[in-house]
């Protein structure tokens, strides 16, 4: 049961990133699914909420030289 290799990066993203949006902040909406085959799995799906475009915007630019990168 233990031997296999455990996935950490959704559970960290979840805790680091999308929880605070959630819940601190009010910026996503979230649902989650039972997986039919499975008996207690759900699938966690997050979106936007209104708030968010309004509190955060990025205006990201990127600048391309003409010369080697390194």
């Known amino acids: 049961m233990f031997s296999g290799s455990w996935d950490r990066t959704t559970h960290v993203m979840v805790a680091k ?4 949006l959630l819940l601190w902040f009010g910026l996503l909406d979230h649902r989650s699914e039972k997986i039919p ?3 207690f799995g759900e699938h966690h799906l997050y979106r936007k ?12 630019q990127v600048h391309l030289s003409e010369g080697p990168l390194h």
Request: charged fraction near 30%; avoid cysteine; glycine fraction near 0%.
């Open 17 to 20: 990133i999308l929880r605070p």
């Open 37 to 39: 085959s499975n008996r």
């Open 49 to 60: 909420a209104d708030l968010f475009d309004r509190l955060l915007a990025f205006d990201i």
